[in-house]
């Protein structure tokens, strides 16, 4: 009888006390479960995994592993392009055609380091603490919590709803390095949802700044993101005897930098940063060369390729001159790296009306949201219908600092948040296999 409701569920065909018996044995399932799943999220916060701690990450990814091996996953660790950084993981559980209807394909997605150096973890006593309603530590929102909150929503429908969670082939994708944005991450992704895939369903967690009560937001855009290295070669010359013999390379990066920075225009959502800069030599020494990082990002595709063409458009610019000849400096701009936007579309608008739904029988709101960060969710939504956000509730991720005035406060994730997150996201699922 439990396997024939699972099937109805699946062709979305229960009666209201079905579902209603079905909801309330999936909320007593994860609240039972959430002291076990935290004790486990515990553990991987307390291993250190920055990005550029490819023995950490690796650590990280084979408790992992364990963590879903109990699930019947199967594990596959795959080395990332770069040597300097650890090992993705790739989990997968293959799913049994249920009344000659084809298992679907489901990819969930997360990441296995932070951005928190060992040192600087011990610096600023950033660990594991529980204080009134939040839980500190490093990863514990980006994105540890994601992994668990993935976990616990196949946790509860491997027990609650066996049938249907036999019926789906599960792919679970953890990057080594998604701090760095490496690209064979990406290529790694869509090698493995190739297909038929219903969804990518990405893990970072949900924001609470400016959230209204009874109110989740779901990801279904983020900026795209542009890295650039400005160099400027000019003259040296005495500083004393003879600065009209010199080209200032310092000041012709000032013209630079500051016509960059000028392309930011926030009604279109476009924001260029100059990261770093550096020039010069010593202080009697007209400076002969310069160079400064910068950053661009925009949500239009359109707009990102407008403005990365005005910051290349400055390479063998000119205006500053030597005093006595004339000797120009000139500019030379590289474009090191380029991820692209992932644009509002419909396929992700369709996945949030999963959620949405969800959330009206629920009684709360889902809403939109476009967020400036990039997630794996860049690499997947042109080939695959994608949203982010479904990890815990939480704030301040890349933060690790304290002040006691409150100005300064650690990463943190909201306990409370998972077992209703982790519900919201099962039942969503379910619905969106359903069709």
Known sequence: MLYQL??????????????????????????ENLPRNLDLLRQMVGINSFTSNPAGVNELGKLT????????????????????????????????????????????????DTVYPAAEERDNDFYWRVSGKRIYGPGVYDIKGGTIMMYMVLAALQAEAPAFFDSVTWIVLLNAAEEALVPDFGRLILEHLAGDTLASLVFEGGEVEHVQPGEYRLVVARKGMARYHVQVEGKAAHAGTAHDHGANAILQMADVIRRIAGLTDYEQQITLNVGTIAGGTVINRVPHQASASVEMRAYSPQSFMETS????????????YSANGGYPCRVHIEVLNEWGPWAPNAKSDALLAFWQETGRELGFGVMPQERGGLSDGNWTWQSIPTIDGLGPDGGNAHCSERAEDGSKDQEYILPDSFAPKALMNILSIMRLAAQ
């Open 309 to 320: 063409k005005k910051i290349t458009a400055l390479n063998e610019f000119s205006s500053v």
């Open 6 to 31: 699972q099937v109805n569920l699946l062709i979305d065909n229960m009666t209201r006390m079905e579902r209603s018996g079905l909801i309330q044995n999936l909320q007593n399932n994860l609240q």
């Open 65 to 112: 592993a364990g963590i879903f091996a109990d699930l019947g996953f199967q594990a596959e660790f795959v080395q990332a392009a770069d040597f300097i950084y650890g090992q993705h993981l790739v989990l997968t559980r293959p799913g049994r055609p249920l009344n000659g209807r084809g298992a679907p394909k489901i990819g969930l997605i997360s990441h296995l």
